[in-house]
């Protein structure tokens, strides 16, 4: 369906706008997250980058706020032909601002957890999620402004894949006897937890791209991401 709006929207100024704004929310989560990962692997102290970090959040906040407010002075004036095309930029805004939120989260394990990582059967496959989740942003980012189907189905594939990995180590986490400390444990089972949302809500922009709207953020009848 985006394919078809966005062909329909070619003399569009104001919907148009609205995409360019959500593929900039793209960039910002993307920087977000690369930030929070440089502060999980110790590579900058994580007093360097949180005033960026919190800046781009607030620019992402105000991006969505921008794109509702536009989107119901659009309605309101007499454009209901374009409501599929405002319901589907409703919905992907708020899963850009949710991957924002994420991105603080995992920045602030990184912070607040200042030991070392000393289990590598938990570890290794987190750092795997992590290198696999970076350029779904700018694959994401992608589909959606060129309203392309394969580059979304490789996202969602992607996406899917990732959310699973996150499950099994939460399981293996939680039915473990091991020995570890708790906040290391704790670490672990936070990260997994939020990188399985990211992946999710750039799943769920991907899905705007190949689902009619009824049936966005789903996929094979299931929902990509379930209500925080």
């Given at each position: ?108 394990v ?51 894949g990732?959310?699973?990995t ?63």
């Open positions: 369906m985006l394919r078809e709006i966005l062909s329909a929207l070619s003399g569009t100024d104001v919907l148009a706008e609205m995409i360019d704004q959500v593929a900039r929310m793209l960039q910002a989560g993307r920087q977000m997250f690369g930030q929070a990962s440089e502060v999980l692997m110790r590579a900058v102290e994580w007093k360097d980058v949180a005033d960026d970090l919190y800046a781009r959040d607030r620019q992402v906040n105000r991006i969505e706020q921008d794109v509702r407010e536009r989107i119901i002075t659009h309605l309101s004036v007499g454009n209901q032909a374009d409501l599929s095309a405002c319901l589907i930029l409703m919905s992907v805004v708020k899963d850009a601002e949710r991957i924002g939120d994420y991105c603080k989260n995992i920045f602030e990184g912070k607040f957890y200042g030991h070392d990582y000393t289990r590598p059967h938990y570890a290794k496959p987190l750092e795997g999620i992590r290198f696999g989740i970076e350029p779904l942003f700018a694959k994401a980012e992608k589909a959606f402004t060129d309203a392309d189907r394969a580059v979304a189905r490789d996202v969602l594939g992607a996406a899917g990732l959310m699973r996150c499950d099994v180590i939460i399981q293996q986490l939680l039915s473990s006897n091991e020995e570890m400390s708790a906040d290391e444990a704790v670490a672990y089972v936070l990260l997994a937890r939020f990188y399985k949302r990211v992946s999710a809500h750039l799943g769920n922009i991907a899905s705007s791209v190949v689902s009619p709207v009824p049936l966005i953020d789903y996929r094979g009848g299931a929902k990509l991401e379930p209500a925080p």
